[in-house]
Each structure stands twice: as structure tokens, then as C-alpha cells.
Nanobody
């Protein structure tokens, strides 16, 4: 079993930055990839981006490319999401997730999830 806990969300203004963290514990030896997802009002959960845990290779959804950066610290087993130039449409609950099968954004293959952290961007 692996436990994921997100933190760092909050209320910010259009154009501001936030850094989300996801601390992990438990069974992590078989981890292949991690990802950040967000649930926005009225929409399905969307993968923001993903990272290969060992190589650090990343993928991003087009809407956040150039603004968001995913990184990880393998020793502390922590995942990060640096969000710059935030927009009101980035508002939502952000989840980190772990996969033993993929390092791409395929939510069906992520089997460990955190509880989420709220990000609200006001205009």
C-alpha cells in the first residue's frame, strides 16, 4: 500500500504562482510513474502532466505547457507541481497519483491517489 498526501493549494490571483507537493510513503519500490490530475467544476478529471519516476521524463497537457513544471525528489519520494502564470481556468482540486504500469497520462493505470488539494485562481 502507498499513501499520497498533497499540500500547497490555496487561493491566488490571476498570474500568480503556486507549488504543490505530494509526499508519499509505503510501498514505492514498484513505482513507474506519477502524475498530477485536476478536477474542475463541471468537467471530468484531467491529467495535467506525468513523470517517469526514475528518469524524470515528463509529459504535459497542452493547456499547461510552458506554465507548469512537474518534478520529483526520489530520495524523499516527493512529487512537485510548480504552477506559474495561473489562470482562473486552472481552478480545481489537484490530485497526485501513482502508477506501476505507466508514466504517461492514462488515468486508468493509476491505482494510488491522494485526497486532493484545492487550487482557486481568482480573476
Amino acid at each position: 500500500q502507498v499513501d499520497l498526501v498533497e499540500s500547497g493549494g490555496g487561493l491566488v490571483q490571476d498570474g500568480d504562482s503556486l507549488r504543490l507537493s505530494c509526499t508519499t510513503s509505503g510501498r514505492t519500490m514498484s513505482r513507474l510513474g506519477m502524475a498530477w490530475f485536476r478536477q474542475t467544476p463541471g468537467n471530468e478529471r484531467e491529467c495535467v502532466g506525468s513523470i517517469h519516476w526514475l528518469t524524470g521524463s515528463t509529459t504535459y497537457v497542452d493547456s499547461v505547457k510552458g506554465r507548469f513544471t512537474i518534478s520529483r525528489h526520489t530520495v524523499s519520494k516527493t512529487l512537485y507541481l510548480q504552477m506559474n502564470s495561473l489562470k482562473p481556468e486552472d481552478t480545481g482540486v489537484y490530485f497526485c497519483a501513482e502508477s506501476r504500469l505507466t508514466f504517461y497520462c492514462n488515468s486508468d493505470e493509476y491505482d494510488a491517489w491522494g485526497q486532493g488539494t484545492q487550487v482557486t485562481v481568482s480573476s
